[in-house]
């Protein structure tokens, strides 16, 4: 149990690093953190943030890492995603913001050379992760599932005790959390909702009212999704934690 609750703070000390230098990042050891800071620049809401993750991921299953410049196939996603989620990002936006992010201290590019041929750039990435997905934006919310679920689980609890106890902000941090991996390719979307509401039930030292009184600890989920084995929650939470105790590295 140790283990599942040194994630938060794992957690806290992941996000209260300083910014990235992305130019001197070796690889795409910094995708991910790319695309979740250009989608906070851009206002976009977390679910879509987390489809362009799961777009670039889908995209590198599939293609040489090599064979393209990471940012550039990064900002491609967060405009595919935006189509996706119905969330449109304007490619001069999306642009400036990875010149800003990559290039820290810089001003909105001027309507020179290198702004043509980064919008050119990007436009033709987008154009190519489309091609690769098979022009299919669509992507399970997991976030919806999630919500669902929660929603739901308040019903089971004391409103004193839900209050009190962040569920729904731990659960939901988990999830987002988890797209910097690609390891969430390889997972339902209902099971990995349930699997971030596990952990962070384990982990504020909460639980569900009434869940001892049954045969099986796992049985209160029963009703969320029926197909899910306790060994494959448990599979699904240490590749959530894994993404908190992984140090960058190239890809």
Request: a neutral charge; hydrophobic letters at 40%; glycine letters at 4%.
């Amino acid at each position: 149990m140790k283990d599942v609750i040194d994630v938060m703070a794992l957690q806290s000390s992941r996000r209260e690093r300083r910014l990235p230098d992305y130019r001197s990042a070796s690889g795409h050891s910094m995708a991910t953190n790319f695309i979740f800071e250009c989608g906070i620049k851009l206002g976009l809401q977390p679910a879509t943030v987390a489809t362009a993750a799961i777009f670039y991921h889908k995209f590198f299953k599939e293609a040489d890492k090599n064979d393209y410049d990471c940012y550039v196939i990064c900002t491609a996603c967060l405009c595919a995603a935006g189509k996706s989620r119905d969330e449109p990002v304007r490619l001069r936006d999306a642009v400036n913001v990875a010149h800003n992010s990559i290039n820290r201290g810089s001003g909105p590019l001027e309507l020179g050379d290198e702004y043509w041929s980064m919008r050119g750039a990007v436009a033709q990435a987008e154009l190519l992760v489309l091609r690769l997905l098979g022009f299919n934006l669509d992507v399970p919310s997991t976030h919806r599932y999630l919500l669902h679920y929660l929603r739901s689980l308040q019903e089971w609890f004391p409103a004193s005790q839900w209050r009190t106890a962040p569920i729904a902000r731990t659960s939901m941090a988990f999830l987002q959390d988890f797209h910097h991996s690609p390891a969430i390719l390889d997972y339902r979307a209902p099971h990995i909702a349930v699997a971030c509401l596990t952990l962070a039930l384990h982990v504020l030292g909460v639980s569900v009212p009434l869940a001892s009184t049954l045969d099986d600890d796992a049985a209160w989920y029963s009703v969320f999704t029926k197909d899910l084995q306790k060994e494959k929650n448990w599979e699904i939470m240490e590749k959530i934690m894994q993404v908190y105790s992984r140090e960058p590295e190239p890809l």
